[in-house]
């Protein structure tokens, strides 16, 4: 990714260039990542990249600073996550319909601190797809 300015602050302006910015950095992932997956250490699995991923991790990463900023780190969150607890997927929320359940994964990054990745689990296929990547406040 070139050079680019994230603005730091919240206001509706600033949110909407942060979304941007995430949506273009999973374009360029993706076209680097044809597999669209990366091997995470701690499961011994694949983890994937859908569009469920871009679209929930594109709203809800773009409303803080440090959120963004970890989004940029994706390569090392996925292949480095380490699975926190397994949870029931929201009832009523049709982007986790296609799930059975979700696992929670954190990850610690220099300079943003920890990091909470949710990842959902496919019925039938049990295929692990990232669905959201946000920095946790302490």
């Not at 011994?44 to 991923?53: A, C, D, F, G, P």
């Not at 594109?58 to 963004?68: D, G, I, R, V």
């Not at 480095?80 to 607890?85: D, L, N, Q």
Request: glycine share 2%.
């Amino acid at each position: 990714m070139i050079n680019l300015t994230i603005p730091e602050d919240n206001s509706l302006e600033s949110i909407k260039k942060r979304e941007m910015i995430i949506r273009d950095f999973y374009r360029e992932w993706k076209e680097q990542n044809p597999s669209q997956r990366k091997y995470n250490i701690a499961l011994k699995e694949y983890i994937n990249i859908r569009m469920v991923s871009i679209v929930e991790t594109s709203e809800h990463a773009a409303k803080n600073y440090l959120s963004t900023l970890a989004v940029l780190q994706l390569d090392a969150i996925l292949t480095g996550a380490r699975k926190v607890s397994v949870q029931k997927t929201k009832p009523g929320n049709k982007n986790q319909k296609p799930f059975e359940r979700m696992m929670i994964m954190e990850y610690e990054l220099a300079y943003i601190g920890k990091v909470k990745m949710t990842v959902g689990i496919r019925r039938r296929t049990q295929e692990k797809v990232q669905y959201c990547i946000t920095a946790i406040r302490i």
